[in-house]
């Protein structure tokens, strides 16, 4: 009659964690490298004239991680900023247009970053 076996399923779930952390941590990556790329192209196709530099300056990207999902906010950091994006018919608005202009750009190199892990 047979004994059994033994299973150490120990080693399977270090390996199941390492890769979750992997996959995220590419993800996070790649949210940072996209953010950098919005924000160069939003500083650089800002339609108003920038008087001071502060309002290109100021731009950034921030990534937020709320329950292992991935954001990326698209900010711009003085006071007339929200005039620039909200006001006169949303004429200088340079964020929103950045972000819907990207966004299919990046869930397709999403997709490729995940495919490559």
């Known amino acids: 009659m047979a004994?059994?076996?033994?299973?150490?399923?120990?080693?399977?779930?270090?390996?199941t964690l390492y890769n979750?952390?992997?996959?995220?941590?590419?993800?996070?990556?790649?949210?940072?490298?996209s953010g950098?790329?919005?924000?160069?192209?939003a500083k650089q196709n800002a339609k108003w004239r920038d008087r001071t530099g502060l309002s290109r300056d100021t731009m950034d990207a921030g990534i937020v991680d709320k329950n292992n999902v991935i954001?990326?906010?698209?900010?711009?950091?003085?006071?007339?900023?929200?005039?620039?994006?909200y006001a006169m018919e949303k004429k200088y608005a340079i964020l929103n247009p950045t972000r819907d202009k990207f966004a299919?750009?990046?869930i397709k190199g999403w997709a490729e970053v995940l495919k490559s892990l």
């Open 36 to 41: 950098k790329m919005m924000v160069a192209d």
């Open 71 to 85: 954001e990326i906010n698209l900010r711009g950091h003085t006071p007339q900023f929200k005039y620039l994006e």
């Open 20 to 33: 979750q952390k992997k996959v995220h941590d590419g993800c996070v990556r790649y949210a940072q490298t």
């Open 3 to 15: 004994d059994g076996f033994k299973i150490d399923i120990n080693d399977v779930l270090k390996k």
């Open 104 to 106: 299919t750009e990046v």
